[in-house]
């Protein structure tokens, strides 16, 4: 698919970051973003940044404010929404552009399965990414962690850049569940309001994170589901690597993944600008595992209540310690 048009739908940090990448090694990209991103980067161009200290510029990013225009003549859509809003795009795609390649680039597990339903026919690809995008001010977006996009496997434009790698693999389900694991996390560091290196240097965040990991692999095996592995170590390993004394866990978890001081998850980052999170995609999908197959979730149940409590109160995140967190 030489010369495809990208259209990027969702023009948040994982979309402008990715979508940035490929316009500016020269792919035609547009993006359908909102007005407040669409002015930022007007004004300023689209920058992204990573861990490893590439900086690119982007000075004219095409930002489309509607769907009609920015799906129009597109022949590859990257899905970038939050979950929540997967099933509203999907049907703007199926108006303007049913007969597009469409990749999710989405946390959670259902994203792809909610697209196809709505577009039927077009040719759907799941996809996982690794890496953690953080904004830095208007108009810049800072990869804060490392890893490349795993896609699903089939005919697909080369999306390879000089700072961003993508595979193709044929267990794309599996991949999703173990990101998933990693994924629970994110409400722990949204409730933290902690760098998530500051909070890995701390054993009882650790600690809290391998339980309810733990948890969450305990409903996945009642489920008969064996997630992949998407880090340097297996998933059933990942708890008893994060309960190691600080010092070991620092030396293995250096070859695991390479992560700076200003990467925090995308959860806090929702807390902070008073959106809706993605915590029912996330926790939510191990606990409806867990009603299904008559297992008990309390953790993952807890960090459900406490997300939706900081969404409801407005006030961004809640700075809570571990005490507070455990039931």
């Known amino acids: 698919m030489a010369g495809a048009r990208i259209t990027v739908a969702g023009a948040g940090s994982i979309g402008c970051y990715v979508g940035g990448l490929l316009a500016a090694a020269g792919h035609d990209v547009c993006f359908l973003a909102r007005p407040r991103i669409a002015q930022a980067c007007a004004q300023r161009g689209l920058r992204m940044t990573d861990y490893a200290g590439n900086d690119v510029h982007l000075p004219k990013p095409q930002m489309i404010e509607t769907p009609e225009t920015a799906f129009e003549g597109a022949d590859v859509i990257l899905v970038c929404t ?18 597009a390649q469409i990749v999710s680039l989405q946390n959670g597990v259902d994203n792809a399965s909610t697209i196809r339903a709505e577009v039927p026919g077009a040719d759907v690809r799941a996809a996982m990414v690794p890496f953690n995008v953080v904004p830095e001010g208007a108009a810049h ?6 890893g490349d996009i795993l896609i699903e496997a089939g005919p697909l434009p080369d999306f390879d850049t000089p700072t961003l790698a993508w595979q193709q693999v044929d267990n794309i389900e599996a991949v999703q569940w173990g990101k998933l694991l990693i994924n629970l996390g994110n409400a722990v ?12 240097q701390d054993r009882a965040w650790r600690g809290l994170m391998a339980d309810q990991m733990a948890e969450a692999l305990r409903v996945l095996s009642a489920a008969g589901i ?19 004394p600080t010092p070991l866990f620092r030396r293995i978890a250096a070859q695991m993944l390479t992560i700076d001081a200003q990467a925090r ?10 959106r809706r999170t993605e915590i029912d995609a996330l926790q939510g999908a191990i606990i409806a595992l867990a009603e299904r197959y008559g297992r008990q979730a309390p953790l993952n149940a807890r960090m459900r209540a406490l997300i939706r409590e900081a969404e409801a109160a407005g006030k961004g995140p809640p700075g809570l310690t ?4 455990r039931p």
């Open 82 to 99: 939050k979950s929540g809003d997967t099933a509203a795009m999907a049907r703007d795609i199926a108006a303007h552009a049913p007969s």
């Open 226 to 244: 064996k997630p992949a592995k998407t880090t340097a170590a297996p998933p059933h390993l990942i708890p008893h690597i994060l309960r190691m």
């Open 141 to 146: 977006y800072h990869r804060a962690t490392s």
């Open 265 to 274: 998850s995308s959860m806090w980052d929702d807390l902070k600008q008073r």
């Open 322 to 325: 571990p005490a507070d967190i």
């Open 189 to 200: 560091n949204a409730l933290s309001d902690l760098p998530l290196l500051t909070q890995l």
